[in-house]
Structures are given as structure tokens and as C-alpha cells.
């Protein structure tokens, strides 16, 4: 089966076609506002134009199913009022337009106890599954291994963007796509440290990171930060490969292979060493 990957242009959504059509969103993170207000910021709800901005995509693309990858709420461990009211609201509104499927990510504790019954609305296990062909999972947990014989796998988490910093000093943040693969050797190390051999049917599949749909939440600067400082298992442990991933804006301009941008002037050059994590503000085919 071909399967073709096809960014919306200057959105951070993505457009799947195999045997059904997928449009792709990760980290909607309703109910940030909600939060924001508690930090003294007010800012009104954005549900709406969420939701118009959602639409848009689907005449655009007319998908089958819509998969939202992980973090669709916000707030943790507790569930909020605004979540309470927009979480089914949003889902059953999109799931009026195709099949919906919902990935649970690190934010997304208790969803369940959000979703109504809806014959177009499927709730996935935290640790992924295979759907038409293409591996999905948020990234915030090691992968069910079903992930790895995916032709194809699509994460989330980390809300990659690049930070472009000029000799004055002066920065711009930009979300990007990272397209990358698997490191072999520490997949098959932590799989069979639980006492699972992936060998057989290892498939060795192209990695996708999706940038965040929600421009509230920040993101992390690619370019700037080294694996220590990134959120998840595999992440952490190096088994999603950077050096070698290639970058793209959302306009898909190729930037080039991450450890070249690392390289450049426009990466502001800081030391490694005890960095803290930062969560700066701010038409091609695969």
C-alpha cells in the first residue's frame, strides 16, 4: 500500500492518504486559558476559532477520520470546568465532519470520563496503535512495539520549533517538522530488557515529529537544546535519531539536517552543560 504524507501548507497539520485519508493535529491543549488566568494572564477562550481553524483544514482535505494526537486537554492532574465543557463539545463537533480518533498524551489523564458516546469517536491505548498503516503515538511513553512495523510512525510531545537568533541578538521562534528514524540499536535494547525481541518484524520506519497546533504552549528549540533536555523515553534515550533528522517550516523550506542548523551562526551558542528544558513563547510531500 503507498502511503502519502502531505503537510498542510503554513499550518501545523498534516494530511495522510492510504487506504482512508487522516488529517493530523497533536497538541490542541484545550483549557490553556483556563491555566493562564491562574498565572494572571486573561485571556478568552480560543475554542472557537480552534475549532474554525480545524474546519478549514477539513474542506481543504475532506479526510475520513481525523486523528488527534495527543495532549487535547491541558491542565494536570486535574480535569478543569473549561475542559469539562470543551473537551466533548470540540471532539463531537469534529466528529460530525469523519471518524475521530483520539491518542491520549501525557495531559490527557481521565479524557474518557470526557467523551460521550459516539459511534465516529475511538479512544486509543497511551502507548499507540497502527491505523491504516501509519504508527501513531503522542511520545510520551515508549511505544507498543506494533508502533515499530508501522510503514510509517507519526509523534508528538516535544512541540519542536527552531530558534534563529542574529548577531545582535535578536530571536525568532519558528515551528518546524522534524522527519527522522528510529536509532535501531536502542530500540532493540530497551524492547529486550522487558523481555520482547522486535527483530523479526522490525520495519525500520520514517519518524515524523509533528509541531503543536496550539501556539500558546510553546514549544522546544530543536536547534539549541541536546537530548537531556527533551520530554519522553524515547527522546531521552536517543532511540528517535536528531543529529541526522532533517527540518522543515511550516512553508517547507528545508532548513537541513539538525546537526548542521546546531552548527550555524544563527544557533545561539550556549553551554550544555546543566541546561534547563525551555518552552520559549511563541506544499511538500514526505
Not at 498534516?14 to 487522516?22: E, M, N, P, Q
Not at 477562550?45 to 481553524?53: A, I, Y
Not at 510553546?218 to 528517535?240: C, H, K, R, T
Amino acid at each position: 500500500m503507498t502511503i502519502e504524507i502531505e503537510p498542510i501548507l503554513n499550518e501545523p497539520a498534516l494530511v495522510i492518504t492510504g487506504r482512508s485519508k487522516a488529517l493530523v493535529i497533536a497538541d490542541i491543549h484545550l483549557g490553556i486559558e483556563w491555566d493562564l488566568y491562574n498565572s494572571g494572564f486573561s485571556i478568552p477562550s480560543q475554542l472557537e476559532q480552534r475549532l474554525d481553524r480545524i474546519k478549514t483544514y477539513i474542506e481543504q482535505s475532506h479526510p475520513d477520520r481525523i486523528v488527534l494526537l495527543g495532549d487535547i486537554k491541558h491542565n494536570v492532574p486535574q480535569v478543569s470546568w473549561q475542559e469539562r465543557d470543551e473537551v466533548p463539545y470540540f471532539i463531537n463537533s469534529l466528529a460530525k465532519y469523519a471518524k475521530v480518533d483520539v491518542f491520549p498524551g501525557n495531559h490527557d489523564g481521565g479524557i474518557g470520563s470526557l467523551l460521550s458516546p459516539n459511534k465516529n469517536v475511538t479512544l486509543h491505548p497511551s502507548r499507540g496503535a497502527v491505523v491504516d498503516g501509519v504508527g501513531y503515538f503522542h511520545g510520551h511513553t515508549w511505544p507498543d512495539p506494533e508502533i515499530l512495523f508501522a510503514e510509517h510512525v507519526i509523534v508528538a510531545h516535544n512541540h519542536p520549533t527552531v530558534r534563529l537568533t542574529d548577531e545582535l541578538g535578536y530571536s525568532s521562534i519558528e515551528p518546524v517538522w522534524i522527519r527522522t528514524r528510529f536509532n535501531e540499536e536502542i530500540v532493540y535494547k530497551h524492547f529486550n530488557t522487558i523481555g520482547m525481541d522486535v527483530h523479526d518484524q522490525w520495519n525500520d520506519p520514517p519518524v515524523l515529529v509533528i509541531p503543536a497546533f496550539n501556539e500558546l504552549c510553546g514549544g522546544v528549540a530543536f536547534n539549541e537544546v541536546v537530548y537531556y533536555d527533551l520530554l519522553g523515553p524515547m527522546f531521552v534515550s536517543q532511540a528517535i535519531e536528531l543529529d541526522r533528522a532533517r527540518i522543515y517550516l511550516l512553508d517547507g523550506t528545508e532548513l537541513g539536517m539538525l546537526k548542521n542548523i546546531r552548527k550555524l551562526d544563527i544557533t545561539k551558542k550556549t553551554s550544555r552543560s546543566g541546561r534547563r528544558r525551555r518552552r520559549p513563547k511563541g506544499g511538500t510531500k514526505w
